[in-house]
């Protein structure tokens, strides 16, 4: 193709939007473009502390965070002891007891991936994940 | 003595027979060796066209979590993490493509080597700010590499798209002293 260097470079960044929109569809229920993690898997402090003693709270920051607070009776369980903290996760759940993981703050992955990997490896089912994290947490508690 | 003096000291025809003989087996030498740098600057498309090509299919295929890579370097609000993991992954497929047939050649070029600068001052910047994040350059792959790893494949592929950028402008200044080269 005997095109300039600018049009064979638009060309290409032309082309790849074809399969990018079609993909963008066929994921379209899988990810929401609002919000990290989709609304369905969120929990506010307010509705996550209707649930009681329903709940398990998970705690995915790294352990010196744990150690300094978290939320009463919470479960630490985070990526780097992940194999050694999840038995004592799995012994303290039942089916039918929702499970509400948080990190740091809103920005912070850590809660997603604990999430997930809770679902997809554990195959816990009513994961969800606390909404603005454990700065949340504590602006409600203060 | 006629015949002796007439090998050793050619006649006008001769000598440009001989002088003709000298040139294309010269141009012949030069074509073998065009030839053979060819094939080997194919080998480094091919090369660097399949890095491209496995990496945009991985990120392809798990669009979410690429779009939750793209998020942790903390440079992007979500919605365009989202419209870039869906995007990139294509671009960087059909640049590889590109490569490998030598279609829009030297736009795919310039698009992959913009791409790696972005990559790698991203990862940098990342690093400066202390982030510790997952490149997702090569899905779970990369998942455990260092940042001298990062730095390295990533200067490492930059060298090879300039290298081939300067083959591509060599082979056309070649193509066209030598008859008989594409």
């Given at each position: 193709?005997?095109?300039?260097?600018?049009r064979?470079?638009?060309?290409?960044?032309a082309?790849?939007?074809?399969p990018?929109?079609?993909?963008?569809?066929?994921?379209?229920?899988?990810?929401?473009?609002?919000?990290?993690?989709?609304?369905?898997?969120?929990?506010?402090v307010d509705?996550?502390?209707?649930?009681?003693?329903?709940?398990?709270?998970?705690?995915?920051?790294?352990?010196?965070?744990?150690?300094?607070?978290?939320v009463?009776?919470?479960?630490?369980?985070?990526?780097?002891?992940?194999?050694?903290?999840?038995?004592?996760?799995?012994?303290?759940?039942?089916?039918?007891?929702?499970?509400?993981v948080?990190?740091?703050?809103?920005?912070?992955?850590?809660a997603r991936?604990?999430?997930e990997?809770?679902?997809?490896?554990?195959?816990?089912?009513?994961?969800?994940?606390?909404?603005?994290?454990?700065?949340?947490?504590?602006k409600?508690?203060? | 003595?006629?015949?002796?003096?007439?090998?050793?000291?050619?006649?006008g025809?001769?000598?440009?027979?001989?002088?003709?003989?000298?040139?294309?087996?010269?141009?012949a030498?030069?074509?073998i060796?065009?030839?053979?740098?060819?094939?080997?600057?194919?080998?480094?498309?091919f090369?660097?066209?399949?890095?491209f090509?496995?990496?945009?299919?991985?990120?392809?295929?798990?669009?979410v979590q690429?779009?939750?890579?793209v998020?942790?370097f903390?440079?992007l609000?979500?919605p365009?993490?989202?419209?870039?993991?869906?995007y990139?992954?294509?671009l960087?497929?059909?640049?590889?493509?590109?490569?490998?047939?030598r279609?829009?050649?030297?736009?795919?070029?310039?698009?992959l080597s913009a791409?790696?600068?972005?990559?790698?001052?991203?990862t940098?910047?990342?690093?400066?700010?202390?982030?510790?994040?997952?490149?997702?350059?090569?899905?779970?792959?990369?998942?455990?590499w260092s940042?001298?790893?990062?730095?390295?494949?990533?200067?490492?592929?930059?060298?090879?798209?300039?290298?081939?950028?300067?083959?591509?402008?060599?082979?056309?200044?070649?193509?066209?002293?030598?008859p008989?080269?594409?």
């Amino acid at each position: 193709m005997k095109l300039s260097l600018t049009r064979q470079a638009l060309v290409l960044v032309a082309l790849s939007l074809l399969p990018a929109v079609g993909e963008a569809i066929y994921f379209r229920g899988k990810i929401s473009w609002q919000s990290p993690i989709p609304p369905s898997e969120l929990v506010s402090v307010d509705q996550a502390r209707t649930w009681g003693e329903n709940v398990i709270w998970v705690d995915a920051r790294p352990d010196a965070e744990f150690a300094r607070d978290h939320v009463p009776g919470a479960l630490s369980l985070n990526e780097d002891r992940w194999n050694e903290l999840l038995p004592e996760f799995v012994a303290s759940w039942s089916p039918g007891k929702k499970v509400v993981v948080y990190c740091s703050a809103e920005s912070c992955d850590l809660a997603r991936e604990a999430a997930e990997r809770l679902r997809k490896e554990a195959q816990i089912p009513d994961v969800f994940v606390l909404e603005g994290g454990w700065e949340a947490w504590l602006k409600k508690n203060r | 003595m006629n015949q002796t003096s007439n090998v050793q000291r050619p006649t006008g025809i001769n000598r440009e027979q001989a002088l003709n003989a000298e040139v294309s087996a010269d141009g012949a030498a030069s074509n073998i060796k065009y030839r053979r740098s060819n094939i080997l600057w194919r080998i480094v498309d091919f090369g660097v066209a399949g890095i491209f090509i496995y990496a945009g299919a991985l990120k392809m295929l798990d669009p979410v979590q690429f779009a939750h890579d793209v998020k942790n370097f903390q440079i992007l609000p979500w919605p365009i993490s989202v419209a870039l993991a869906f995007y990139l992954p294509w671009l960087e497929i059909l640049c590889g493509v590109g490569l490998v047939f030598r279609l829009f050649y030297r736009g795919a070029l310039c698009i992959l080597s913009a791409l790696i600068v972005v990559f790698t001052l991203a990862t940098a910047a990342a690093k400066l700010r202390g982030l510790d994040i997952t490149c997702g350059c090569f899905g779970h792959a990369s998942q455990h590499w260092s940042f001298p790893a990062h730095l390295a494949t990533n200067l490492g592929i930059l060298a090879a798209l300039l290298a081939l950028w300067f083959s591509h402008r060599l082979a056309r200044y070649v193509g066209e002293a030598l008859p008989g080269t594409p």
